[in-house]
């Protein structure tokens, strides 16, 4: 079990906040990405360079609409060029004006305008010029007007702009692309008694704010994309770090949330700047919460945006943190802001390092466990993606809008590789090249190539094969681990199974060519580690490693070199031992979440006593606790009820979440004890959820009685939701149809809506999903979309397409594309009921074999001639127990054909 580390939506990135917002994993392993008819995406030229934009702006909140003049200085890079293209969606223009030089007046400029681009005329003999532009808009992206309604009475009245990737178009003329970096200014009128922040310093004086005038000045460069405006009521808390000013704002009456949420910053601020060399950027960090904002965080230069499920009260803060997204926002100040993608296919090198600096945080803070457990929850997440929604290479042009590759494969896969690069170049190396790559791209854009040469420079090491194969190329290792012990042998055999017919493709999409990489072996024999490393450069290799005795275990794969699903086939005893015995708990782990698959009674109580113990890594206890549940014998439920309310809430939610495993009143009975009462937000939840995946109809009343249970970010109602849809009870589908509504908070919504599908796929579930399309939260309409997927039926065809015609955001025109090419099957519910049936029998399974356990134990001789509980050489057996062993194998030899 890898229990989510992150809890957060984030910039651009799908949510995580729970088990609705997984990836679906419908669509066949290795489906392409790139959907039909989608063009490769070049960098556009760049014949003007936009140096500096000045903003004048009028915020007329209640029509939603803004309004001014926008100054842009453009300088000249192609001699020849007579037309400046500026982007600005849906302007109603007043003027354009031209002037050449820095002296004289605005003349009316020959201009073209479309309703998408601004074409500009430029003179010949023009080096330099500025261009006016006056103009009105009601944006319908990139800036944002909220206010309450009779629905939604608790809604702060709020501006906000959200300018990545390409939005910034809508409210300010610009060259929206990341390859345009210019310095900013802002004048804004906001409402009397509103505060506005934007990015750079403030300017504006206390007469011209008690007016509603704010003004700001950003004299670095900085792409369009991360242009900040937000307007309304806040309360402001001042920090400080290393000479940079922090202020923290929050909306009024959550001064102690915010103090409680924000407050490991300076010491991010500290830790960034000493592991990359470069102190943070700028002379201050403004972070600012906001309400219904479409991403989790966004990283404007020097002005951070939060959604407002950062902020953590008493309860949620038990379990719940914010540093991985105060960290990852942060981070992007170094690496996206200071030194920027060229063009989004690059984007890795923004999301991939914001990403994997919040590992480099959990592991100054918390340690090289929690950093280790991170990065494997990353791999986890990027797989889920690859072998269910589609792969790609991390660098990739094949996109309809920017917002498509902002996935798993971009943030997940990419931190994953800097993770790899880490390993391999060793501390040194790596952080003095990517002190390199910083300072000498500072302030400018950079590709992949940039990178990979500042670390070979750094190290003087040749990486351009790491790179083709990880960051260039599609797909990921699959390897199958076998391990053997003959004599003085260790027999290790490797099958890459991706690599279905053993040939490199110079053109695969698929990611099913052969990797070269080296498998690390820690050998243990008589408490002594030895480390062992073979290349394996084929589809299959077998390596034979001399060893003086059997050892007491192996750890494959120790420090989590090979991002790749790697499975392993190993003796229980060796198993057994690891899970006591090994010196990390990465290799404690690995053991556990290999010994769900076994069902003896030594591997049974082995996971037991690792669950019991106290003082281990809470990872290692969440993975034996998970294993359990794949038992799903007797013994294996007794030790996971005597540990339902271990003190440790992370562990106590894994022994929920495996609880849910069992259909049986004894597990029931427990989650419904943690589903009405514990401490933590998200235990609660999680016993909710698994509740109702033990299908006892008791639990029906429980879950209805949470239903509506006010909690952090509406995690409480979303866990009894995902529960009713788990219980299939035909009772719940009228309290899940109600829970969809608009005025119910955005993540209960989004959980009734996924919910639906699992309750039946009728008409009624169908229409009630087709209206909701319109809705305006993103997540929201994504979610939407799959549920259609998932009831499958093909009439919705016709609203998702009508739906797509009109659809602005890129992320939901992506899902409704890929839910057209999928809807036309009627094989998706099928495919479900046999997956079902496919549990229940396993779940039988592991019944009887749990039974054939303490029969063959009963038949057991007792302890004789020093031969502890029963155990004997084949040779020294007494007939009456041979006869009896051969018996029960060879029930289970018919079992396993009946199966």
């Known amino acids: 079990m890898s229990l989510e580390h992150r809890l957060h939506d984030r910039c651009a990135c799908g949510s995580s906040l729970s088990s ?79 002037r050449a030089g820095d002296e004289g007046g605005f003349v009316a400029a020959e201009h073209v305008y479309d309703g998408q681009t601004l074409r500009v005329s430029i003179p010949e003999a023009a080096a330099r010029v500025t261009v006016r532009v006056r103009y009105s808009a009601t944006p319908r992206r990139g800036l944002y007007f909220l206010a309450p309604d009779e629905h939604v009475r608790d809604r702060p009245a709020q501006v906000w702009s959200q300018c990545q990737d390409e939005d910034a178009r809508h409210f300010f003329p610009c060259i929206d692309k990341p390859h345009n970096k210019q310095s900013t200014s802002l004048r804004v009128e906001v409402p009397e008694g509103w505060f ?147 063009d989004w296919s690059h984007a890795w090198l923004n999301e991939g390092f914001a990403t994997y600096m919040e590992h480099v945080d959990r592991e100054g803070h918390l340690g090289r466990d929690e950093y280790e457990h991170g990065v494997r929850g990353d791999v986890a997440s990027y797989i889920g993606e690859a072998q269910g929604r589609y792969r790609r290479p991390i660098v990739c042009q094949d996109y309809e809008a920017p917002i498509d590759i902002f996935d798993r494969h971009l943030y997940e896969k990419g931190a994953c590789v800097l993770h790899m690069l880490r390993l391999e170049l060793g501390d040194e190396a790596f952080w003095r090249g990517v002190n390199v790559y910083l300072t000498r791209h500072a302030r400018g854009i950079v590709e992949t190539r940039d990178l990979m040469r500042a670390l070979e420079e750094a190290s003087g090491r ?164 998970s294993a359990l549940g794949q038992i799903r014998s007797d013994d294996a439920l007794e030790h996971l009820l005597a540990h339902a309310r271990t003190a440790h809430a992370k562990v106590r939610r894994a022994v929920a979440a495996a609880l849910g495993k069992f259909r049986s009143a004894k597990a029931a009975d427990a989650l419904k004890g943690l589903t009405l009462r514990d401490e933590s937000y998200l235990v609660e939840a999680e016993a909710a959820r698994a509740l109702g995946a033990t299908r006892q109809s008791a639990a029906f009343d429980t879950l209805i009685e949470v239903l509506d249970r006010a909690s952090w970010a509406d995690i409480v109602r979303a866990g009894a939701l995902d529960g009713l849809a788990a219980l299939r009870d035909e009772r719940a589908q009228a309290h899940v149809l109600t829970r969809t509504r608009y005025g119910i908070p955005t993540r209960g919504r989004r959980a009734a809506i996924m919910a639906l599908p699992k309750l039946g796929t009728d008409r009624k579930v169908r229409e009630a999903l087709e209206e909701l399309l319109d809705q305006s939260d993103p997540y929201l309409k994504v979610d939407v979309v799959r549920a259609l997927v998932d009831v499958g039926d093909t009439k919705s065809r016709g609203p998702l397409a009508r739906q797509l015609e009109r659809e602005l955001d890129g992320r939901v025109r992506r899902r409704i594309r890929e839910a057209l090419r999928d809807l036309g099957g009627a094989g998706k519910r099928e495919a479900e009921r046999l997956r079902e049936e496919l549990d229940s029998l396993r779940s039988e399974h592991a019944e009887l074999k749990a039974r054939l356990g303490k029969i063959e134990a009963l038949l057991a001789p007792k302890e004789t001639n020093g031969q502890a509980n029963g155990i004997h050489r084949d040779g020294d057996k007494p007939e009456a127990e041979k006869e009896a062993v051969e018996k029960g194998k060879k029930r289970k030899k018919d079992e396993r054909a009946s199966r």
């Open 20 to 98: 609705y917002a997984q990836s679906s994993a419908s669509a066949a392993s290795g489906r392409p990405f790139a959907l039909a008819g989608v063009q490769r995406v070049y960098e556009r030229p760049r014949p003007f360079t936009v140096t500096h934009i000045a903003l004048d702006l009028r915020l007329d909140v209640p029509k939603k609409s803004v309004s001014g003049e926008a100054l842009l200085d453009v300088s000249r890079v192609d001699a020849r060029a007579k037309e400046l293209a500026l982007d600005a969606v849906g302007f109603d223009l007043a003027a354009v004006e031209l």
């Open 196 to 342: 506005a922040l934007s990015n750079g310093a403030r300017e504006s004086d206390e007469d011209e704010e008690q007016g509603g005038v704010y003004r700001y000045r950003l004299d670095d460069p900085h792409p369009s994309y991360l242009f900040t405006l937000v307007a309304g009521e806040f309360e402001r808390i001042d920090d400080e770090s290393e000479g940079v000013r922090l202020h923290y704002f929050v909306p009024k009456g959550k001064t102690d949330e915010g103090k409680r949420t924000f407050k490991r910053t300076p010491e991010m601020v500290r830790r960034f700047g000493e592991l990359t060399g470069v102190a943070y950027p700028w002379k201050s960090y403004s972070q600012i919460v906001v309400s219904d904002f479409i991403f989790g965080g966004m990283e404007n230069t020097t002005a951070t945006t939060m959604y407002e499920h950062i902020l953590l009260d008493e309860r949620a803060a038990i379990d719940v943190t914010a540093d991985d997204l105060i960290a990852h926002e942060l981070a992007h100040h170094w690496f996206g802001d200071l030194v920027t993608c060229r």
């Open 462 to 625: 040749s990486l351009e094969r790491f790179f083709e194969q990880w960051v260039f190329r599609a797909g990921h290792p699959e390897l199958e681990v076998k391990i053997d012990h003959e004599g003085e042998a260790l027999i290790v055999t490797v099958k890459q199974a991706q690599a279905k017919d053993g040939k490199e493709k110079d053109k695969d999409d698929t990611g099913t060519h052969v990797f070269a990489l080296d498998l690390e072996l820690d050998i243990v024999i008589d408490g002594e580690v030895r480390r062992e490393v073979r290349r394996v450069e084929s589809q299959a290799a077998t390596f034979t490693i001399r060893v003086p005795k059997r050892p007491a275990f192996v750890v494959v794969d120790p420090e989590l070199r090979i991002v790749g699903d790697v499975r392993v086939e190993c003796p229980a005893d060796l198993l057994r031992a690891q899970l006591a015995g090994a010196s990390t708990a990465r290799g404690r782990l690995l053991a556990a979440s290999l010994m769900g698959k076994l069902d003896d009674p030594a591997t049974t109580r082995a996971l037991g006593a690792a669950l019991a113990k106290e003082d281990e890594f809470w990872g290692v206890r969440a993975e034996a606790a």
